[in-house]
Nanobody, 124 residues
Framework: QVQLVESGGGLVQAGGSLRLSCAAS????????MGWFRQAPGKEREFVAA????????SYSDSIKGRFTISRDNAKNTVYLQVNSLKPEDTAVYYC?????????????????WGQGTQVTVSS
């Protein structure tokens, strides 16, 4: 089992940047593929980005491609989401999710664990 704790969210002006972090417990972090999802008020959770076990492969949703970058440091049991050129429509709670199966997945039901989320608010 793995526990996930997100951090790094906050209030930022449009055009600004943040780096979200997700720290995972356990000794087998490199056996989990990771994903970032977000959920805005009144909307369903949507896929943002995913990364495989060793970080060799990544995928992104079209809405954030070119602005966000997912990465991981297996030595630190941490996955990151660098978010640049933020827009008000990026405002949401951002969740980190983990799955035991390798590969890239863009649906939340394909993940086994998730954290409590970190709030990102972008002002215009």
């Amino acid at each position: 089992q793995v526990q996930l704790v997100e951090s790094g969210g906050g209030l930022v002006q449009a055009g600004g940047s943040l780096r979200l972090s997700c720290a995972a417990s356990g000794r087998t972090f490199n056996s989990y593929a990771m994903g970032w999802f977000r959920q805005a008020p009144g909307k369903e959770r949507e896929f943002v980005a995913a990364i495989n076990w060793y970080g060799a492969r990544t995928s992104y949703s079209d809405s954030i491609k070119g602005r966000f970058t997912i990465s991981r440091d297996n030595a630190k049991n941490t996955v990151y989401l660098q978010v640049n050129s933020l827009k008000p429509e990026d405002t949401a709670v951002y969740y980190c999710e983990a799955r035991r199966k390798d590969g890239l997945a863009d649906a939340s039901y394909e993940y086994d664990y998730w954290g409590q989320g970190t709030q990102v608010t972008v002002s215009s």
